[in-house]
T-cell receptor
Framework: SQQGEEDPQALSIQEGENATMNCSYKTSINNLQWYRQNSGRGLVHLILIRSNEREKHSGRLRVTLDTSKKSSSLLITASRAADTASYFCATDLIQGAQKLVFGQGTRLTINP | NAGVTQTPKFQVLKTGQSMTLQCAQDMNHNSMYWYRQDPGMGLRLIYYSASEGTTDKGEVPNGYNVSRLNKREFSLRLESAAPSQTSVYFC????????????FGDGTRLSIL
């Protein structure tokens, strides 16, 4: 079964609004990463947050990590049409051969 | 700086045919990976190479083989293609195996008829 589960599976908002996506996981991690995938393209790394960090920012992106709840959230502020994409969380596991385990993604649509 | 380059971008095969997907990175990364992505699903790891000279199975290795040709190149081979292998295949690389972001190519869209 997938280590990371994103919620919601799909999200549609108006341009300028904030978008929040959540990720839950099951086992202990070294870090958690967020990636973006535009239609027909490969994944692009957004942010890596280590297990001893609680919050990280990059431009309009804010990621939080709660290891006690085994959950993370990605907030995109002041959304733009160009933010339309699928967003995946990936957990870097402490143990196991498959070190980076991807969730199923959240499909984000920004309406103009 | 091209990053990760995958060839071909599209391919249609008949059941039973073989083919090799090529991947090359120009970032001097030590680790490379092959994933498959099926509709509505995240990426699943097929094989990986933590460093030049080593390869290991991931979550879904059956029906595939890999070769780490050198530090830059990591190929994926389907010996006898099956319809269940219809998917989008992504190659990725990272500086080292753990605690690093991965850099992805744009994928190979493979259809098996």
């Amino acid at each position: 079964s997938q280590q990371g589960e994103e919620d919601p599976q799909a999200l549609s908002i108006q341009e300028g609004e904030n978008a929040t996506m959540n990720c839950s996981y099951k086992t202990s991690i070294n870090n958690l990463q967020w990636y973006r995938q535009n239609s027909g393209r490969g994944l692009v790394h957004l942010i890596l947050i280590r297990s001893n960090e609680r919050e990280k920012h990059s431009g309009r992106l804010r990621v939080t990590l709660d290891t006690s709840k085994k959950s993370s959230s990605l907030l995109i502020t002041a959304s733009r049409a160009a933010d339309t994409a699928s967003y995946f969380c990936a957990t870097d596991l402490i143990q196991g051969a498959q070190k980076l385990v991807f969730g199923q993604g959240t499909r984000l649509t920004i309406n103009p | 700086n091209a990053g990760v380059t995958q060839t071909p971008k599209f391919q249609v095969l008949k059941t039973g045919q073989s083919m090799t997907l090529q991947c090359a990175q120009d970032m001097n990364h030590n680790s490379m990976y092959w994933y498959r992505q099926d509709p509505g699903m995240g990426l699943r790891l097929i094989y990986y190479s933590a460093s030049e000279g080593t390869t290991d199975k991931g979550e879904v290795p059956n029906g595939y083989n890999v070769s780490r040709l050198n530090k830059r190149e990591f190929s994926l081979r389907l010996e006898s293609a099956a319809p269940s292998q219809t998917s989008v295949y992504f190659c990725a690389s990272s500086r080292v195996y753990s605690n690093q972001p991965q850099h992805f190519g744009d994928g190979t869209r493979l259809s098996i008829l």
